[in-house]
C-alpha cells in the first residue's frame, strides 16, 4: 500500500443490505482513529471475479466474503490457506500490494473463541459434541472442535447425504445421526451447537425434542437474531451454560481488521453495542 493512499476493506454479498460488518469495522475504524474506510458491496455472482481483480488497484486491502460468494472465492483467489480449504469455504480477502489474492477462513476462530469466553468452564476433551446443520458455518464449527481435542461429534442434518459429505471430509470422528435422532444425542453431550437458520427470525422453527438437555451442557446457537433463541431460553431454563452467535460474529471479525489496518481490535461491550 503506498504510503498516502486511504485503506479501504468492505463485505461483498448479494444481497448485503443486512450485514452487521460495517456497522462493527466502522466503530473499531473510529475507536482505534484508523484512518480508513470500510463498505457495504452488493456484487451479483457473474460479476465477482471482475470486481474482486479490481478492488487491489483502486486501494482496497481486503475484504470480507459473505453468501452467496463463500465457496465461488475460493475459485477466483491466487492463494487459499490450508483452513479455507478443509472448511470448503473463504470469508475474508487479504490483496497483497502486487495485487494477489489470498483467501481464508476465520469462522472457525471466531466460533471457538466465543465458546472458550461464554463458557470459560468448557473442557473440549470432557464428552461428545452434538452439531446441527451441515452447511459452510458447520464445517466451521466442526474443523475448530477437532483442533480443541473434542472426542467425538454428532452430526445431523435435514438432508442426511449433506451431514455424510462433511463426515466423509473430517473422518471417524464425526458420526452422522438421522435428523429424525437428533434428541436422542443431546442428553450424553458436552456441547450442543445449532449452525443452521432454524429459529432465526423470519426462518422457521429448530423443531428438535430438548428435553434432554440439563446443568451440565454448554449450548451455543450460531443464529443471533433473536439473541437469545428458542434453543437458548430451552437451554437456559434447563440450567445449562449458554452462549449467544453475536460474539462468534465479533471474534471471526477480529483477524481481518488486523491484517487490513494494522491494529487487533478489541471485543468488548461496546463493540456488541455497535452492531445491536
Not at 9 to 24: D, F, M, R, T
Not at 41 to 67: C, K, Q, W, Y
Not at 76 to 99: C, P, Q, S, W, Y
Not at 180 to 186: E, K, L, R, T
Request: glycine share 10%; proline share 5%.
Amino acid at each position: 500500500m503506498t504510503e498516502n493512499r486511504i485503506p479501504l476493506a468492505g463485505v461483498i454479498g448479494c444481497p448485503i443490505a443486512h450485514s452487521k460488518s460495517p456497522q462493527l469495522h466502522r466503530h473499531w475504524l473510529k475507536t482505534y482513529g484508523v484512518d480508513g474506510h470500510y463498505m457495504p458491496m452488493h456484487v451479483e455472482p457473474e460479476d465477482l471475479e471482475s470486481v474482486v481483480r479490481m478492488m487491489p488497484r483502486m486501494g482496497f486491502v481486503g475484504a470480507n466474503v459473505t453468501i452467496p460468494h463463500k465457496q465461488s472465492i475460493m475459485e477466483i483467489a491466487d492463494k487459499v490457506t490450508d483452513r479455507a480449504k478443509l472448511m470448503g469455504a473463504a470469508n475474508t480477502l487479504i490483496f497483497h500490494e502486487d495485487g494477489a489474492i489470498v483467501a481464508d477462513n476465520t469462522d472457525g476462530y471466531g466460533f471457538i473463541t466465543n465458546l472458550h469466553e461464554g463458557a470459560p468452564d468448557w473442557d473440549a476433551k470432557s464428552g461428545p459434541a452434538t452439531v446441527f446443520g451441515a452447511g459452510g458455518a458447520s464445517r466451521a464449527v466442526i474443523a475448530s472442535l477437532i483442533e480443541a481435542g473434542v472426542p467425538e461429534i454428532r452430526l445431523t442434518n435435514r438432508t442426511r447425504s449433506r451431514a455424510k459429505e462433511v463426515a466423509l471430509t473430517f473422518g471417524s470422528k464425526v458420526t452422522v445421526v438421522d435428523w429424525v435422532q437428533a434428541g436422542n444425542v443431546i442428553e450424553d453431550a458436552s456441547l450442543v451447537v445449532n449452525t443452521t437458520s432454524l429459529g432465526m427470525t423470519g426462518q422457521r422453527r429448530l423443531r428438535v425434542p430438548l428435553d434432554g438437555l440439563h446443568s451440565g451442557i454448554v449450548v451455543t446457537d450460531l443464529v443471533y437474531n433473536p439473541l437469545k433463541t428458542e434453543l437458548l431460553q430451552a437451554a437456559e431454563e434447563a440450567g445449562c451454560t449458554v452462549v449467544d452467535g453475536l460474539g462468534m460474529l465479533l471474534h471471526q471479525a477480529v483477524p481481518g481488521f488486523e491484517r487490513w489496518f494494522g491494529q487487533r481490535p478489541e471485543v468488548n461491550s461496546a463493540a456488541r453495542d455497535a452492531i445491536l
